[in-house]
């Protein structure tokens, strides 16, 4: 059984994903559109469970398919779409994980969705230490399941993914911004 730890933030968390995102663009895989840090990991100053999220944007899913094997020769073993539709889901470490991929269509609402969070926790000093204080209850009561961690946050998730999706439409025009960086665009 995997441990489920959230711990302060690190500020090597953008220093891994950098690390992976070199790594990932040097496999040479054209379908790739786009690698960004997603996650609570890609959030300054945000507890988390030390494993870096990573988004990747293709245009093609059976063409990344293709190239299974080169992410495989990274160190991650292949999920499929693990539960969610048009996904496809990589992870690195097994029960001691340091990284996850999530690959999507660039125009999938999952792409969009995943960026406008992080972006809002960004922009949102209160609702961060709000969802901090949660994922520190949750992991301290969950007893090591994944599933009851998942659903101690899907509330405060969904609830706050829909006003991100919100916001970054009146802060970013009529498309989602996408910035691979961790960063919030500059105003």
Known sequence: M???EVVPYNSEWPVLFEKEKKALLDLDIPTIL???HIGSTAVEDLAAKPIIDILLEVDCLESLDQSQKKIEELGYESLGEFGI???RYYRKGKNIRSHQIHAFLASDPHSSRHIAFRD???EN???KKAYESLKLEVASQCENDIDRCCDGKNDFIQMHERL???WKKQTSGPG???NSGGR???A
Do not use: D, N, Q, T
Request: proline share 4%; aromatic share 4%.
């Open 2 to 4: 995997r441990k489920i």
């Open 34 to 36: 786009g690698i960004h």
């Open 85 to 87: 539709v048009g996904r």
């Open 120 to 122: 809002y926790l960004i």
């Open 125 to 127: 000093e209160a609702i």
């Open 164 to 166: 991100a999706i919100e």
């Open 176 to 178: 989602v911004a996408h």
């Open 184 to 186: 919030a665009p500059s």
